[in-house]
């Protein structure tokens, strides 16, 4: 059992979440009023789907890597966002979220968990921290994406360059398909991301480098789930994941 603010403080300090320019603002968006939390749900996305099957657990927290607020929607708590946040009050459960600061973490991160389950070796960030690289054994794209797909439980879209080997790949989880000029520019073999865009396939031909478009939802289940059993195994939650699928 913890007090919400104190994990919120701890959370803050531990994904440094006041060292990123994010999209959304990261920490507690919701208080419920629930001051101390005994059961954490985590997902993916606080779509209404998650906040029932949240609610349904009797969860005092539930925490995403997607979350509300991104910057440039609609501000007023009407229509899909009024009813998810409607929904959350009555059922008495909080909404704690972390975006970027989730994705780029050293040991919770998305990306750190996608290339731990790869077996990438010596994975580490790009210089700017949310692209990483690693090296693999000359896997031909084909035998990769099949990998990828007994991971991720559905087929990557792949656009193999040519038919050379990877040795050195990056990756960025969720919405960084444009980060494929990045890679290029590092002298990588192949990129991996969520997301594509209809440019991506022409860059990806363009550049000579290897591109798999794995899912966003797909490649963002990890850290989430990793931040949960961290947060139950020290401060004694009932911690629960919940995925609610979604093939983009």
Request: proline residues 4%; aromatic residues 6%; charged residues 20%.
């Amino acid at each position: 059992m913890i007090d919400i603010f104190e994990l919120e403080r701890y959370c803050n300090d531990l994904l440094a979440a006041d060292g990123f320019e994010d999209y959304c603002p990261n920490g507690l968006q919701l208080d419920a009023g629930r001051r101390e939390i005994r059961r954490l749900v985590t997902g993916v996305t606080a779509s209404q789907a998650l906040i029932e099957a949240a609610g349904q657990t009797g969860a005092d927290l539930l925490l995403v890597h997607h979350g509300y607020f991104w910057r440039g929607e609609p501000a007023p708590l009407v229509g899909v966002k009024g009813r998810r946040v409607r929904s959350l009050m009555q059922s008495g459960i909080s909404l704690l979220a972390y975006h970027l600061p989730l994705d780029a973490h050293p040991q919770l991160g998305n990306n750190r968990a996608l290339g731990d389950r790869l077996g990438v070796a010596r994975a580490r960030p790009l210089e700017r921290g949310l692209v990483w690289q690693g090296e693999l054994d000359g896997e031909l794209p084909a035998a990769l994406a099949e990998r990828l797909t007994g991971l991720l439980g559905r087929a990557p879209l792949l656009i193999a360059a040519d038919a050379r080997p990877i040795r050195r790949i990056g990756w960025c989880t969720g919405a960084a398909q444009g980060a494929i000029v990045e890679a290029a520019a590092a002298g990588l073999d192949a990129f991996i991301s969520g997301e594509v865009s209809e440019s991506t396939t022409h860059l990806a031909r363009e550049l000579g480098i290897h591109y798999f478009a794995a899912g966003h939802h797909a490649t963002e289940r990890f850290g989430v789930q990793a931040l949960g059993r961290h947060l139950a195994e020290k401060f004694d939650l009932d911690h629960q994941f919940i995925d609610v699928d979604n093939p983009a």
